[in-house]
């Protein structure tokens, strides 16, 4: 149980385009998933918390005009990076926690989406 | 601000010598401090949640501790497959725009020889 994906798995796009990566949750319903950023040798990174139903929150110094995110259902939230530059270049990863608040606070993570922009 | 100190930065063992990960936090009142294992590529794996200074858990080769202050994570007897980075991440019991962060240390590269 408590299993997360994501897709795509890597995506390459040219400088200036838009990419939209999903997260599932396959076998819970999860009002809350949380978007990680990790680049080369350095750890996660909290980007935002995505809530169903409502917008997100976003971390300090993260854009929310250039990573959108739509938490749309209690199965999937996506996040677009607009606007695409090669800075933004990281590997992007997403957590839900399946069992929020019920004395369990554990997130589970979704397998990683690699974004390059050339 | 909460903070995670892991070490050493990287940890070579050779097959069957048993050692500890050290895991240092801050944090504004603990809900709970969470061991992650995380392949090359790929997503961190839940290993372990403590929520209490004292508590202890156990999965195969693997013990986790904590204390007030850092959390161990033992490896007995490691095999080449339990080389991995292991990342230890706190979340705090505080509520507002980061309800639910976790704070994340940078980690421990585990290499076992054969």
Redesign the interface.
Known sequence: G?V?S?HPSWVICKSGTSVKIECRSLDFQAT?M?WYRQFPK?????MA?SNEGSKA?Y?QGVEKDKFLINHASLTLSTLTVTSAHPEDSS?Y?C?A?PR?GLN?????????T?LTVT | EDQVTQSPEALRLQEGESSSLNCSYTVSGLRGLFWYRQDPGKGPEFLFTLYSAGEEKEKERLKATLTKKESFLHITAPKPEDSATYLCAVQANAGGTSYGKLTFGQGTILTVHP
């Not at chain 1, 350095?42 to 909290?46: D, G, K, N, V, Y």
């Not at chain 1, 369990?104 to 990683?112: L, M, N, R, T």
């Open positions: 408590a997360v994501q809350t949380f350095q750890s996660l990174m909290l918390t929150t971390e590997f990863i957590s926690p929020w369990s606070y554990e997130q589970y993570f979704g397998p990683g690699r």
